[in-house]
């Protein structure tokens, strides 16, 4: 398994960014995925998921109404895009898999700041 985020950077509050996780090594449209985040000093927590169809997602409350997880199972890519992101919002993101153990992705690093 290999989970490989990329689209992290630098922000000014109130901007957008969309971060991109490329899947492989395992069966990607059979699996529901999520995006976790760690800021400095911070446990990591959740932030989003989906199911294996992109029917369903669920979103942690801090994030809800301004961050949006899809996925295009024949590009074997989930997303994030985050849209009016705030200074609290810094932090690395990192794509998650969970099977029989949990797999992360090495994580993209987002700054929001002015």
């Known amino acids: 398994v290999q989970l490989v985020e990329s689209g992290g950077g630098l922000v000014q509050p109130g901007g957008s960014l969309r971060l991109s996780c490329a899947a492989s090594g395992f069966t990607f449209s059979s699996y529901g995925m999520s995006w976790y985040r760690q800021a400095p000093g911070k446990e990591r927590e959740f932030v989003a998921a989906i199911s294996w169809s992109g029917g369903i997602t669920n979103y942690a409350d801090s994030v809800k109404d301004r961050f949006t997880i899809s996925r295009v199972n024949a590009k074997n890519t989930v997303y994030l895009q985050m849209n009016s992101l705030k200074p609290e919002d810094t932090a690395v993101y990192y794509c998650?898999?969970?099977?029989?153990?949990?797999?992360w992705g090495q994580g993209t690093q987002v700054t929001v700041s002015s």
């Open positions: 998650h898999l969970q099977k029989v153990v949990d797999y």
